[in-house]
């Protein structure tokens, strides 16, 4: 069986705050797991990258998050057809470094194009709390 639920968030700041809550109770709600720390901090870096980089003028974005057997998958919407850059930051850079972190918490991850414009950028985690078979 798979579960859903998704999220969609304002473009402001204290966004990225409640799309990490959101995250916490879904998982907290589908029977924890032992991923939930890696699964909010993805959260936490594509929703400001959507928030800074990926949303159109007053446009928010959505979370997403599915799971099936014991595999969660979290999706970001944004309203941006570009794709985001994955270059290694520098040690005096003030960012550039979330698509860092999702790729090495992360089991997988990758972009793909959202219709009508507009990306998703996802990731999937085993063992983070989706429902066992």
């Known amino acids: 069986m798979i579960e859903t639920d998704q ?9 990225i705050q409640q799309a990490r809550e959101f995250a916490t109770a879904t998982l ?6 032992e991923r939930i720390e890696d699964v909010r ?11 800074v980089h990926g949303t159109v003028s ?5 979370v997403r ?5 014991d595999v969660v998958r979290l ?5 941006r057809c570009e794709r985001p850059k994955t270059g290694e930051a520098a040690d005096t850079d003030l960012s ?8 090495a918490l992360a089991d997988d991850w990758g972009v793909q194009d959202r219709t009508p414009l507009g990306k998703i950028v996802w990731s999937s985690f085993k063992g983070a709390g989706g429902k066992q078979a």
């Open 41 to 51: 901090l993805c959260v936490s870096e594509l929703a400001t990258n959507a928030l």
């Open 7 to 15: 999220c969609f968030f304002k473009a402001t700041p204290k966004s």
């Open 28 to 33: 907290a709600g589908w029977g924890g797991g």
């Open 58 to 62: 007053d446009h928010g974005f959505l």
């Open 75 to 79: 999706e970001v919407h944004d309203s």
């Open 96 to 103: 550039g470094r979330g698509l860092i972190l999702v790729d």
């Open 65 to 69: 998050l599915d799971a099936e057997d």
